[in-house]
Structure formats: C-alpha cells, structure tokens
C-alpha cells in the first residue's frame, strides 16, 4: 500500500559470475547468484504481481539473459536465468486470468559499461559482436524498447512470453565469444589459447 497502486513492474535482479568450469565455481558463488538472479526475482514478483492480481491489471517484465537459452560456460548464472525465464511461464499462466501478463526479455551481449570495459582490456576471447546474425551487440536502448513494449498496452494480448533480444546471437552460437567449446578433460584437446 506503501506504493499505490502498481501497473508496471520490470524486474533486473543480476549478478554475473565469472567464466569457469563447474568443478572450480564456488559453490558460495553458486548460492549467491540463484538467490540475487532467481529468488530476488521471485520475491519482486510475489510482492507486487499478488497486488495486481487482486486489483485485476498489470504488466510484469522479468529479465532473463540470452545464457538462459544455450550453452554458456557461466553455469551458475545461465541456470539461474533459465529458472527466471520458467518462472515467468508459469507467473503467466498463474495470474493471466486476473488481467496480470508476465513476459521475459532476454537481451544478448548489450554494449553497458562492464561489457565496454571487457572488449578493451580483451577479457573476451573474441568481440561477442563477430558471432551474432547482425554482426553486432545489442545497444541498451534496443533492449529498453523491448521492455516498453511488453509493459505498455500496445502488448495486451502477450502473455508468457519470452522475447530474445540478442543481435542474433543465439542463432549464431553462444560459446564463440568464450573460445568455443572445451575439449573434455581427458582427451587434452586444442588449447583455446
């Protein structure tokens, strides 16, 4: 009550977590990103989609990521995402028949500060933008847009819905921009160096 009445809600709950094999992630790590990545989401979602659905209206706007889809050597955060994108399914199909519509963006590579960093100081194996369908990463307005739309009414009849927003990245492979796909340990294949 604290806020008034709710009609939009986009919720960005995300950490990253670090490129590395599942045998060395933390499991400290693990904990850490399903709880700020999945439960933060759930929690937002509970305390305001219950109040639209008791007032009849509202839009919901999680936010996943393009690892959701595909394979990614960030296995915490990709599942974690892929639990966001399952969730909005199911919010979806639990509050649509109380005029609340739940839908997900999953954006791509996104050109965001972090991201700017890592292309300059060459974290990433390759420029993520090489491997998308346009050739290029997503720009933050592009996946803004994405957002506006699910919310406004001019998206009234979608519900459960995940929208990709990704360049065409996930058309294209989600491992290029990591160095491909490891070998297994104890067939000691081509380094990725």
Not at 34 to 56: D, H, I, P
Not at 73 to 88: E, R
Not at 112 to 129: H, N, Q, T
Request: proline share 6%; glycine share 12%; aromatic share 6%.
């Amino acid at each position: 009550d604290e806020f008034g009445a709710v009609h939009g809600l986009v919720v960005a709950a995300a950490i990253f977590q670090d490129v590395m094999p599942p045998d060395k992630l933390p499991m400290a790590v693990w904990d850490r990103t399903l709880q700020v990545n999945l439960t933060g989401t759930y929690l937002a979602n509970r305390a305001f989609g219950s109040r639209m659905a008791k007032r009849g209206a509202g839009s919901i706007v999680n936010i996943a990521s393009i690892a959701a889809l595909g394979s990614m050597p960030v296995h915490a955060y990709g599942t974690s995402k892929a639990a966001v994108v399952h969730l909005t399914f199911n919010l979806a199909g639990e509050w649509g028949r109380a005029g609340v519509r739940v839908n997900c963006v999953s954006p791509g590579s996104t050109l965001v500060p972090r991201v700017e960093e890592r292309l300059k100081s060459g974290r990433y194996a390759a420029d993520p933008g090489t491997f998308t369908a346009l050739g290029r990463i997503v720009r933050p307005n592009e996946v803004a847009e994405a957002i506006e739309f699910l919310v406004s009414d001019r998206a009234s009849a979608i519900t459960g819905v995940n929208l990709v927003v990704d360049a065409g990245w996930h058309v294209a492979g989600t491992w290029a921009q990591h160095g491909g796909v490891r070998p297994a340990p104890s067939q000691g294949g081509p380094s990725r160096a």
